[in-house]
């Protein structure tokens, strides 16, 4: 008989759902919106249905259901999900019980993570099969997430917060509030709001293509390409604070690659060759040694991370 894993992504707007086969193949997705009342239950009750509909597509039973993972967006501790700035669900919420019972299988295998840090994880799994021991992955996009991997093993935490790359201290002059509380995080100023705002400060000083346009990151990177100083800058701002980044990160477990993600990295090898000059500039000893590689899974990343997580 095959048997079959979930990786469930919930994210703020929707869930993403990857179906895998026993051969670790990726054989079907699916995506619905997250519920908006009732999000406890909703939420495991949208994950019962799909596994169900998805189940029955393969004309597979309930005993053919090898597992779960769910990749949350918020500090997982030991399975319990803490809060969640995206989700109204409170606090301390057992999902992976919820979801055995929603199964009426006590002995279902449920494993549930922090999203940011399970993407770091699929996309290491993913790129490099275990033969790297530790890798660091940054995501770039609204805000600058990560996942730390040592020793083969995703590092999560005392209280779930380690991989959070984007509130290292940075530059502390810089007067930005970040969504955490505090000023100077790497996030005010390599974060897309952190990028705009950095374009807007530079235009009441110098021309830019980009003025009476609404300032997107595809338009700061359009522009720099092009050539447009304004545009240059930013896109410089955002490598420099990157690299630097990931210079001292890379002096606590020195990690032999650094695998940049999220939207933002959609910029490709342009952004890349120049987060790399910024991190080859400043890397001390054996460190310079890592090396840059892009993403490959995309919006995928998350599942792939759970599902990874339940193979463990
Ligand atoms: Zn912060």
């Known amino acids: 008989m095959k048997g079959y894993y979930f990786g ?104 549930v993570g922090n999203d940011a840090n399970l993407a770091a994880y699929g996309e290491y799994k993913y790129l490099n099969n275990n033969k790297i021991k530790d890798a660091l992955f940054i995501t770039l996009g609204t805000g600058i997430g990560g996942g730390v991997i040592i020793n083969r093993q995703l590092v999560t935490g005392y209280t779930g917060s380690a991989g959070e790359i984007g509130h290292i201290p940075y530059n502390l002059n810089n007067k930005r509030l970040c969504g955490c509380g505090k000023f100077g995080c790497v996030e005010t100023v390599a974060g897309t709001s952190g990028m705009i705002q950095t374009a ?63 939207g933002v990295a959609r910029a490709g090898e342009f952004l890349l060759s120049k987060i790399n000059y910024h991190f080859q500039k400043e890397a001390r000893f054996g460190t310079v040694n890592a090396k840059f590689e892009m993403a490959k899974l ?15």
């Open 200 to 262: 807007e400060e530079l235009m009441k000083k110098e021309k830019s293509v980009m003025e009476k346009q609404t300032i997107t990151p595809k338009l700061i990177f359009d522009s720099a390409k092009a050539g447009d100083f304004v545009g240059i800058k930013v896109v410089d701002s955002v490598a420099k604070a990157i690299g630097e980044m990931a210079v001292a990160v890379s002096l606590v477990y020195d990690p032999e690659v650094i695998i940049i993600g999220g």
């Open 8 to 111: 469930v992504d919930v994210g703020g707007t929707e869930i993403k759902f990857g179906l895998f086969d026993d051969l670790q193949r990726l054989i079907d997705t699916h995506k619905v919106k997250t519920p908006k009342e009732d999000v406890r239950k909703e939420i495991v009750e949208t994950i019962f249905n799909v596994v169900m509909e998805k189940l029955d597509e393969q004309e597979a039973s309930l005993n053919a259901l090898l597992g779960i993972g769910v990749a949350i967006p918020g500090p997982v501790i030991d399975g319990i999900i803490s809060t969640c700035a995206n989700l109204d669900i409170g606090t301390n919420f057992d999902i992976a019980t919820k979801i055995k019972e929603r199964f009426q299988k006590s002995h279902l295998k449920v494993v």
């Open 298 to 312: 995309g919006n995928d990343a998350g599942f792939y991370g759970a599902y990874y997580l339940l193979l463990e």
